[in-house]
């Protein structure tokens, strides 16, 4: 069985909202992670969430790609409430989205090739020759067509990165998620990944959402930004509404990290 | 009296430590003793989900013949090596004591039925474990913690379909065939020992295993294997399925499912004879 993605409501093509997250709680038994969580994640842009460890930044990125069910709230991509879809409508939907794992997640028993045929593979009905050619147009377009028959322990961190983005976005998801892309990077890889995200963005018009906690990033590659805090939204908007921000953890936070615009 | 406040405030600090403490420890015999029970279920939770998942489309028939290959053509020399020495020592030991009652003309039956009902199914059931069933569980648990389970569910692929239910056919299907495989190599080792060695009739080892074994016998031992077969796999693969706790987590995934594979091939073994043999449970 195929699973088709499900058409774009019309209303939703000129909403600048991609994603609408509402009043989201997430517990893991007396242990509340997610107090409430909204936020507007902006079409066609960069979208970072950020916070520092154990805000509950990956428990949130878990909920939005619905690894796990939110105990509460919405989730409205494109206006439909992911939240509450199950069985094969929340499969189909689930396409909606490519994923970018910290470590990349490829399967390291498959070549590139493989890893980023896979979804093809899963959910069309194209021909090997038709494969090939849109694999290799993906891996050509993010620089990484020569290591096709690699294996992923064979590749450096960043070329990992974009054989993974290759592989979320060959099946042209609108949004795409990138978990802590940029941590245990050193500087140069970081800001090659950071450079990755963009082009990404501008070669393929997806909507960005990045969960991090690199505060250089941010200043580099936000259009928009939330800062989590103890599983709440403390502070949103452009990377100098942050940087200006006065609630005191947010605050905190990014005198910590030594960044300003100047 | 300087002393009087801290010891009175030490009291029910005290009485608060052992009430705590109690109750850690009540906590930690009631999951100790429901463990079993929360495992079993688990296991059957998986079961269904497996039986859910393997009759909806897509079939995927190359992930269906790579588990088979690995769990059975990879599990060959193992089987046959550990049968032929099984089989050797049986020979050994009832040769030997078949004699003090002029009794060894019966070596090769009864080193038929043991095989057939048996030995076979629970050894060729336990080098699966030892090989195939860790390595599964090493698998499965290094994909879960790598994040790329996770992955297969963002790009809409049913991981159970994909990862267990492929392997649980295999386990099924495969583990009788290593059984069989079993029984013939352990045969031939029995009867290399006795005859060549020991110097028992080659003409009469055979007959008696022919006269006292018949297909109920070996039928009896397939069951019991292709029980074994989905158990093994089941275990293996919902721990790693379900590891977590980084490479430490996969060790000791691991680790349980060899455990718990073992005991579970020796529980379902009395159960399924048990109920073969029309005996009841206990």
């Given at each position: 069985m195929r699973l088709t993605r499900p058409p774009l409501p019309v209303q939703a093509k000129g909403d600048p909202v991609h994603v609408r997250i509402r009043d989201v709680h997430k517990s893991y038994g007396d242990h509340h992670v997610l107090n409430g969580v909204s936020l507007d994640i902006y079409r066609g842009k960069t979208n970072l969430i950020i916070g520092p460890s154990g805000s509950g930044k990956t428990v949130l990125m878990r909920q939005l790609i619905r690894l796990e069910k939110p105990d509460a709230g919405e989730l409205l991509v494109n206006g439909v409430d992911f939240a509450k879809l199950e069985g094969l409508n929340l499969a189909a939907m689930r396409r909606t989205f490519g994923m970018v794992f910290q470590m990349s997640a490829l399967f390291d028993s498959m070549t590139v090739f493989d890893n980023v045929a896979f979804p093809v593979r899963e959910h069309t009905d194209l021909s090997r020759k038709e494969v090939r050619a849109r694999v290799m147009d993906r891996l050509s377009a993010l620089g990484v067509a020569d290591a096709a028959h690699k294996l992923p322990a064979q590749l450096s961190g960043g070329m990992q990165k974009r054989v993974a983005v290759a592989r979320a976005m060959i099946l042209e998801s609108e949004i795409l998620i990138y978990d802590e892309p940029t941590t245990g990077l050193d500087p140069i890889t970081t800001e090659m990944v950071d450079d990755l995200i963009t082009e990404a963005e501008e070669m393929f018009g997806v909507t960005s959402i990045v969960i991090s906690h690199d505060m250089a990033s941010v200043v580099r590659i936000a259009d928009h930004l939330s800062f989590l805090h103890q599983g709440q939204i403390t502070a949103t908007g452009t990377p100098q509404d942050l940087l200006h921000s006065e609630h005191p953890a947010t605050a905190e936070f990014v005198r910590a990290s030594r960044i300003s615009l100047d | 009296?300087?002393?009087?406040?801290?010891?009175?405030?030490?009291?029910?600090?005290?009485?608060?430590?052992?009430?705590?403490?109690?109750?850690?420890?009540?906590?930690?015999?009631?999951?100790?003793?429901?463990?079993?029970?929360?495992?079993?279920?688990a296991l059957f939770r998986l079961l269904w989900e497996a039986v859910f998942w393997g009759i909806r489309p897509p079939y995927r028939g190359r992930l269906f013949v790579e588990a088979m290959e690995f769990i059975g053509i990879g599990s060959i020399f193992l089987v046959?090596?550990?049968?032929?020495?099984?089989?050797?020592?049986?020979?050994?030991?009832?040769?030997?004591?078949?004699?003090?009652?002029?009794?060894?003309?019966?070596?090769?039956?009864?080193?038929?039925?043991?095989?057939?009902?048996?030995?076979?199914?629970?050894?060729?059931?336990?080098?699966?474990?030892?090989?195939?069933?860790?390595?599964?569980?090493?698998?499965?648990?290094?994909?879960?913690?790598?994040?790329?389970?996770?992955?297969?569910?963002?790009?809409?692929?049913?991981?159970?379909?994909?990862?267990?239910?492929?392997?649980?056919?295999?386990?099924?299907?495969?583990?009788?065939?290593?059984?069989?495989?079993?029984?013939?190599?352990?045969?031939?080792?029995?009867?290399?020992?006795?005859?060549?060695?020991?110097?028992?009739?080659?003409?009469?080892?055979?007959?008696?295993?022919?006269?006292?074994?018949?297909?109920?016998?070996?039928?009896?031992?397939?069951?019991?294997?292709?029980?074994?077969?989905?158990?093994?796999?089941?275990?293996?693969?919902?721990?790693?399925?379900?590891?977590?706790?980084?490479?430490?987590?996969?060790?000791?995934?691991?680790?349980?499912?060899?455990?718990?594979?073992?005991?579970?091939?020796?529980?379902?073994?009395?159960?399924?004879?048990?109920?073969?043999?029309?005996?009841?449970?206990?």
């Open positions: - | 009296m300087p002393d009087a406040a801290p010891t009175a405030s030490a009291t029910p600090e005290k009485a608060s430590k052992l009430r705590a403490a109690a109750r850690d420890a009540g906590e930690w015999l009631i999951s100790a003793l429901l463990s079993p029970f929360v495992e079993i279920s046959s090596l550990t049968a032929v020495f099984v089989g050797g020592v049986l020979a050994l030991q009832l040769v030997d004591g078949f004699r003090d009652f002029g009794a060894e003309n019966q070596t090769g039956a009864v080193i038929g039925l043991a095989l057939a009902r048996e030995v076979g199914p629970v050894f060729a059931a336990l080098m699966v474990t030892s090989r195939a069933g860790s390595a599964m569980t090493t698998e499965l648990g290094s994909m879960r913690v790598t994040n790329q389970i996770d992955a297969l569910v963002t790009m809409a692929v049913n991981p159970v379909q994909y990862l267990v239910v492929p392997r649980l056919v295999a386990g099924f299907v495969m583990v009788p065939i290593l059984t069989m495989l079993f029984n013939v190599v352990g045969v031939f080792g029995a009867f290399f020992v006795a005859v060549s060695l020991l110097g028992l009739d080659p003409g009469v080892f055979m007959d008696r295993l022919k006269w006292l074994v018949d297909w109920d016998d070996v039928s009896q031992g397939l069951i019991k294997s292709m029980v074994f077969g989905v158990a093994v796999t089941l275990i293996a693969c919902r721990q790693g399925f379900y590891a977590q706790g980084g490479a430490a987590g996969v060790g000791r995934a691991t680790n349980r499912a060899v455990v718990q594979s073992a005991i579970a091939i020796l529980m379902l073994d009395y159960l399924v004879t048990s109920l073969v043999l029309g005996q009841g449970f206990f």
